[in-house]
């Protein structure tokens, strides 16, 4: 009869330890930082020779407002994000939802971009995004381009969402 109990007993903490391990959060390695040494080459100038004078141009860039192709995720860390925009009122404001998936807990951060019309950029992150955490952004009332990026745990980043956006599109 000892036998019986001693079984059912070692079967129940086996299924308890089993079960212990399956409800740790994933543990990211902290990066490392690998520093270099600066060098410096020695330059020396003909002595006959006149330095002529330069001027650095700098050309201002302009985010650009045209959507690029995006990233297909592995199916085992597939996740989904809704971007919507409201277009009902005056306030254009842009909402990115993470919806969560099979990589939703390997998920480390969820980053939205919003190139707005007027060139501005703005940028949001969510770190350990859950299912129905929100980014809010302020857009304007022209065309805006969102982009959604997420970094999993492993550091690899994927660009899930890559659209332009209009305030008012009827």
Known sequence: M????????????????????CTQTPVTPPASVATTAPTTVPTTLPTSATPVPTTAVATPTTPSLEPQPVDTLPSYQAVTVDVVRNVVSINPV???????????TAT????????KSDGTVEQKQLRNPRVNDQIVIQGTTGTDRVVVKVTMNDGKTYTIYDQKMDFRSY
Do not use: E, H, K, Q
Request: with cysteine; hydrophobic share 55%.
């Open 94 to 104: 842009i909402t990115a939802t993470f919806r969560g998936g099979f990589g939703s």
């Open 108 to 115: 480390a951060a969820m980053d939205v971009t919003v190139t």
């Open 2 to 21: 000892n036998y019986r109990i001693f079984l059912i007993i070692a079967g129940i903490l086996c299924a308890l330890l089993l079960s212990a391990g």
